[in-house]
């Protein structure tokens, strides 16, 4: 596990660089989690909620934006410890991207790094409207999922997924830039009011 977030931490900020300022994609986020009161330290690893994207380049940047956040509010990531396999959480992560033409009623096609799969949240609907004036470009709407389980029990104590579009192109359709924007949003006001969709700009 040694090393499997470093190159990402180390490109993330240079890939926001290229238009943090020009951002004004909403995000839509929706949170659940237990009724008791929710952790807020603690040691954890992060998980692919899909075995087979755990060495993507997509996943580890997604997965070094949710461990940064995961350590502002005080947790603490013990990838590449020694004692890893006693962490206290496991964090499982997925994020999907997909691409769709604003004249097409199809569905969209899927470039995803893995498949989504939930608790407490499964089936919650979200979408943000766009003004696409002008020529017409695809859409790229991209989700960050993430649930924080007990190792113990594998039980769940918070989930939370975060949506936004841009048009293809603009730099907030950029894995970079989506990924520390989804994952900020994410985990603003952790843990959130359960059930409950807000917008953060």
């Given at each position: 596990m040694r090393g499997i977030y470093d190159k990402a931490r180390l490109f993330l900020p240079l890939m926001l660089l290229g238009g943090c300022a020009t951002s004004v994609s909403p995000v839509e986020v929706t949170r659940f989690h237990a009724p008791d009161p929710v952790a807020r330290s603690g040691g954890f690893l992060i998980e692919p909620m899909v075995p087979q994207a755990s060495d993507s380049i997509e996943f580890r940047t997604y997965a070094a934006a949710v461990s940064q956040e995961m350590?502002?509010?005080?947790?603490?990531?013990?990838?590449?410890?020694?004692?890893f396999a006693a962490s206290q959480y496991v964090v499982r992560v997925d994020a999907q991207r997909s691409v769709q033409s604003p004249?097409?009623?199809r569905s969209p096609v899927s470039v995803g790094v893995g498949g989504s799969t939930g608790s407490y949240g499964s089936g919650v609907g979200l979408g943000i409207g766009f003004d696409l004036s002008g020529k017409p470009k695809n859409i790229v709407t991209t989700s960050l999922s993430v649930q924080i389980r007990k190792r113990a029990d594998n039980s769940a104590i918070w989930e939370g997924r975060a949506v936004t579009q841009a048009k293809e192109g603009a730099p907030a359709s950029q894995p970079g830039m989506a990924a520390a924007k989804l994952a900020s949003a994410l985990f603003s006001g952790y843990p959130g009011k359960s059930g409950e969709t807000i917008t953060v700009k």
């Open positions: 350590q502002r509010i005080g947790f603490v990531d013990e990838a590449g410890k020694q004692t004249l097409s009623s």
